[in-house]
């Protein structure tokens, strides 16, 4: 049996599930699929009808001439009724079973338009990714070539590197030092001229050391205190019986506290007192070196008229090394003055020194070993004749 569908004069849409151009699909939503006022699938169909009660009659017909063959005492009302009921039953067994085809089918319909719409929809999707992609790499690239032509100059070409030089020349140190005075200046004639005199005194150390030696009058504090903070592996220092007086002095006050920093940071100091003779044994000196010892800078005394001869053969000025690498020294004149403080990080002087300072420090005494001498010293047992 036909379930067509007759022709409309006003349909002009194509067959169903067909798909129009995308600009046309673009604009439709899957919420509101374009359809006619009345579905195809709900206007009612004449033929299927008259084809259907067709069949019902005839089905009704033929029962009620069989009802009349078998059963001719029933009469004729009894063989009509089964012949109408006959009829209705056939009726409904064929509205029965093509509703369900008609219902699966207006589905289908329905599916496939709306597929059609969504992949319309998709395409215009990705039809305008495609054109904010573009747009945004053609931004990208005008954008970089308004960097490359307006704001990044262009290249210069390569020169050969100039021969290495020394960090200060000593002719453009006080060039140097007017520009910086120029840049630090306070704005007073006076205090413009200290930082000129100050930067050149500071650039003229700076320039020497490229010598690895520097070396200026008088004691030098800040060196030291500067040395000090420096340090990483270790301080090894001697100390004569000419800065006696400096250890009651403010900048010694400094420079320990300098080392107790140091030696929290793990760096080892070491300090050799080196006496001209005995009578300097002294309860003066043994609270100086308890000091010291709690400030936990490990100390030993060496009695220089005591020493063997082999070790009396070398220098007793004072001097500090800093990481084994530079030597800081102090020269005296004959009355015992400090004149000149100097930084030596030749090799093999540093070398010199140390070795110097290991021997020292290997003959002379502990903390212990002077306490017990100064005790002797104080009672009188001592006695040169040690054996």
């Not at 530079?326 to 070795?355: C, G, P, W």
């Amino acid at each position: 049996m036909s379930t067509a569908q007759t022709p409309q004069p006003d349909d002009t849409a194509g067959p169903p599930g067909a798909v129009g151009t995308p600009e046309d699909l673009a604009d439709r939503t899957p919420e509101t699929p374009a359809a006619p006022d009345t579905p195809a699938a709900e206007r009612p169909d004449p033929v299927p009808w008259r084809r259907r009660l067709l069949v019902g009659l005839v089905a009704g017909l033929l029962a009620w001439g069989v009802a009349a063959l078998l059963s001719p005492e029933d009469g004729a009302a009894r063989q009509l009724g089964a012949a109408a009921l006959c009829a209705v039953a056939a009726v409904a067994v064929q509205h029965l079973v093509l509703v369900p085809d008609r219902a699966a089918e207006e589905r289908a319909r329905r599916a496939e338009s709306l597929l059609a719409e969504t992949a319309a929809t998709v395409r215009g999707g990705l039809r305008r990714y495609d054109e904010l992609q573009h747009g945004l790499t053609r931004h990208t690239e005008d954008m970089k070539q308004l960097v490359e032509t307006r704001l990044v100059p262009p290249p210069r070409p390569a020169e050969p590197e100039p021969p290495a030089q020394p960090l200060v020349r000593i002719e453009s140190v006080s060039d140097l030092a007017a520009n910086f005075a120029d840049v630090l200046s306070p704005g007073l004639p006076i205090l413009s001229t200290f930082v000129r005199l100050e930067m050149q005194r500071v650039i003229g150390h700076l320039s020497d050391l490229t010598t690895l030696t520097a070396e200026c009058p008088g004691e030098n504090h800040d060196w030291m205190l500067t040395l000090t903070r420096a340090a990483e592996k270790s301080i090894c220092a001697t100390s004569t019986s000419v800065d006696r007086t400096f250890w009651n002095s403010e900048p010694a006050s400094r420079y320990l506290h300098a080392q107790a920093e140091a030696i929290e940071q793990g760096v080892p100091v070491r300090r050799l007192f080196l006496l001209e003779s005995a009578r300097e044994l002294d309860d003066r000196l043994l609270r100086l070196c308890e000091e010291q010892q709690v400030l936990h800078i490990e100390v030993r005394v060496a009695v220089l008229p005591e020493l063997p001869p082999h070790l009396l053969r070398g220098t007793t000025n004072d001097f500090i090394v800093y990481d084994e690498a530079v030597s800081f020294e102090i020269d005296q004149d004959l009355r015992d003055v400090n004149i000149r403080t100097r930084l030596i990080a030749r090799q093999d002087h540093v070398h010199d020194r140390m070795k110097r300072f290991r021997e020292l420090w290997d003959a002379g005494m502990s903390l212990r070993e002077l306490e017990v001498r100064v005790d002797d010293e104080e009672d009188g047992t001592w006695m040169v004749d040690r054996g």
